[in-house]
C-alpha cells in the first residue's frame, strides 16, 4: 500500500487536488476545488463516500481567490452546511486568506460606513456577481453569486475552524512557517509572505477610493463579499501579455531557442497571495505551488537549506499557474527537482503548459522524470519521442475525465 495519495481531478483550466495519507489518523487535505463543475461531478461524489466511511477532511486550503481554485470550494461549502452538521463531510480546518485578514483591519476603528459607500460595495458585488464562463465552449454561460455565497461568509455563518492554527490571523509565513498538523505530518509555509498580501491590500484600497478618496474602513460582512466578488473579477493583464508571447508559433520548436528566451515573471498580485507549502511526512516531501510567484518560492526554499531544514529534492513538484512560464523560472529549477511533476490543465488556457516551461524542466539531466497531466495535453515537446529519449523523461496523461491518482511510496 502507498504511503500517499495524490487525486488530481478533472478541474479544466483550475486546481484541484485531494491528499491522502496513509498515516494513523487516515489524512486528508483537500487544495482547491476547481470550478463547480469539478466538484459536482467529480468531487462530491468522493467525498460522500468517504464520509460514507467514516473519514474527514482534516484540513481545507484554498490557495488563492482565483474562479479556477474556488468556485468548487464554494459549493462545497454552499452544500455542507454548518461546521458541526455536516451534510457532505466533516471538515476540521480550512486556510484561506479573505478580507478580514487584511493588515490594515488592525489599525483602523469600526467606523460606520455611509450610505454611498454601502452603495459602493454593493455596486462592487453586483458588478462582479455574474462571471462570463467562456469555458467548454459556452460563452454565454453565466455562473450567478447567490446571496450568502462567498466563501468568507459561508465560513463565517457555518462555523468553521477558519485559520485557528494561525490564531484567526492571515496565513503569512513572515509571521508563521512552520505548522505541525500531526505527530506525523508538518507543513511549510513559503507563500504569501507580508509584502504578497501588503500588495493585495494596496490594490483593493485604490479600488474603493477611485470611488471616494477618504473611503472608510471597517470589519462589516459587506466587505468580505465586495472583496471576494473584487478579486474574482480582476482582468488578468499577466493572461492577456502571456497569450501575446506565445501567439502566432509558426517555426519547428528549439528547445536551445526556448531555453534562451527573455520572458516577463508574473506579477498578479492575486497569484501573488497564493498559499503553497511543503507538504512533509515520514521521509516523503512534496511541493505544492498554487499559482505563486517563484521568487518568493526561491527565497524561502533556500532559507530552510541553508538551515539545514530541508533538501530541495521533493518526491513530487505541483508546478505553479498550470504550467505557465511566468510561474517557473530558470532560477527557481536551478534550486528544486524531483521525479515527478505535476501539472493542472486542460491545456486551453494559453496554451498551458507553456513550452518555456517545459523546456526548463526537462533540459536537466540529472535524472529521469515523469510529467503527469490530468488531461489529454498535445505539443512538440511532450509528443517528441527524440526529446524523451535524450532528456530522459516520460510523460503520463490522463484522459480529463477520471481522477487521476498518483501513488508516492518508497522503493
Not at 251 to 262: G, H, Q, T, V
Not at 276 to 285: A, D, M, N, V
Not at 305 to 321: G, L, Y
Not at 355 to 369: C, F, G, N, Q, V
Request: net charge negative; with cysteine; glycine share 4%.
Amino acid at each position: 500500500m502507498s504511503d500517499i495519495k495524490i487525486e488530481v481531478y478533472p478541474a479544466l483550466e483550475g486546481d484541484c487536488f485531494l491528499i491522502r495519507m496513509n498515516d494513523q489518523k487516515k489524512t486528508n487535505i483537500l487544495i482547491d476545488g476547481g470550478f463547480s463543475e469539478t466538484y459536482h461531478d467529480y468531487l462530491k461524489p468522493r467525498l460522500l463516500q468517504m464520509a460514507k466511511n467514516g473519514e474527514e477532511l482534516s484540513l481545507v486550503i484554498v490557495t488563492h481567490v482565483d474562479q479556477d481554485h474556488i468556485e468548487g470550494i464554494i459549493e462545497l461549502f454552499n452544500e455542507n452546511g454548518t461546521a458541526d452538521d455536516p451534510k457532505v463531510i466533516p471538515i476540521k480546518e480550512v486556510w484561506h486568506n479573505s478580507y478580514r485578514h487584511l493588515n490594515f483591519l488592525n489599525q483602523k476603528k469600526e467606523e460606520e460606513l455611509d450610505k454611498n459607500e454601502i452603495s459602493i460595495l454593493n455596486g462592487i458585488t453586483s458588478q462582479s456577481s455574474i462571471i462570463k464562463s467562456e469555458r467548454n465552449n459556452e460563452p454565454n454561460k453565466d455562473i450567478s453569486a447567490k446571496d450568502g455565497s462567498t466563501l468568507a461568509g459561508l465560513l463565517y455563518g457555518g462555523k468553521y475552524n477558519w485559520n485557528r492554527l494561525f490564531d484567526g490571523s492571515a496565513i503569512n509565513c513572515d509571521e508563521k512557517a512552520y505548522i505541525s498538523l500531526t505527530s506525523e505530518i508538518n507543513i511549510y509555509l513559503l507563500s504569501p509572505n507580508s509584502e504578497k498580501l501588503k500588495k493585495l491590500e494596496k490594490t483593493w484600497i485604490k479600488e474603493l477610493r477611485k470611488s471616494k478618496y477618504d473611503f472608510k474602513l471597517n470589519e462589516s460582512k459587506i466587505f468580505d463579499d465586495a472583496y471576494e466578488y473584487y478579486l474574482l473579477s480582476l482582468h488578468d493583464e499577466n493572461e492577456a501579455n502571456e497569450s501575446k508571447d506565445i501567439s502566432g508559433r509558426q517555426e519547428k520548436i528549439s528547445l536551445d531557442n526556448l531555453l534562451k528566451k527573455k520572458l516577463s515573471s508574473d506579477n498578479s498580485v492575486v497569484n501573488g497571495s497564493s498559499i503553497s507549502f511543503i507538504l512533509e511526512y515520514k521521509q516523503y516531501k512534496l511541493l505544492f505551488l498554487a499559482d505563486a510567484h517563484p521568487n518568493i518560492i526561491r527565497e524561502n526554499i533556500q532559507k530552510l537549506v541553508s538551515n539545514q531544514e530541508c533538501n530541495p529534492f521533493f518526491d513530487m513538484i505541483k508546478v505553479s499557474h498550470h504550467g505557465s512560464y511566468r510561474n517557473t523560472s530558470v532560477e527557481l529549477l536551478s534550486l528544486i527537482d524531483s521525479p515527478i511533476y505535476l501539472f493542472s490543465t486542460n491545456g486551453r488556457q494559453n496554451e498551458h503548459p507553456n513550452m518555456e516551461t517545459l523546456a526548463r524542466i526537462i533540459s536537466r539531466k540529472s535524472i529521469k522524470r515523469r510529467l503527469v497531466f490530468n488531461y489529454p495535453i498535445s505539443n512538440e515537446i511532450l509528443l517528441d519521442e527524440a526529446l524523451k529519449r535524450n532528456y530522459c523523461f516520460t510523460t503520463d496523461f490522463s484522459n480529463g475525465q477520471q481522477i487521476k491518482v498518483i501513488e508516492i511510496q518508497k522503493g
